[in-house]
């Protein structure tokens, strides 16, 4: 039997990808068609897997990505504490609202405005 060797943890929580060029941290992303690989967010409430935390070298396409604990997200919306976040058509945190969302995490501290660092402590679920 044959091991896969694609991507890898890092530490706990923190597993590496590669993906396309231009991808920021504290931004939400959703799993690649290859097991190693991740895509962008291209619409509200999409089903997520982790959050951008490091961006590497190669010009670009290799990301360290959050899949669980806390780390740094960007705000779509003003947000309070301990709130279930989902994500919109960017990739950021804005309120879960209605049951059946695909919820990425819970916000540890809270943010007045839009495009503002959050920590959210990532857990992906359905609510």
Partial sequence: MAFKTAGGVVSG????YVGPAGLLPGTAVKQGAADD?????TGAGQRCLGVIEIVGPFGGTSYGVRRAGE???????ALGADVEV???????????????????????TSCAATNSEVI????????
């Fill in 86 to 108: 989902i994500v919109d058509a960017n990739g950021n945190l804005v309120p879960s609202t209605a049951e059946g969302d695909n919820v990425l995490g819970r916000t540890v």
């Fill in 13 to 16: 929580g923190l597993r590496t």
């Fill in 71 to 77: 780390t740094l997200g960007i705000s779509g919306a």
């Fill in 37 to 41: 690989a991740i895509v962008a967010v």
């Fill in 120 to 127: 959210v402590d990532v857990n992906p679920h359905t609510r």
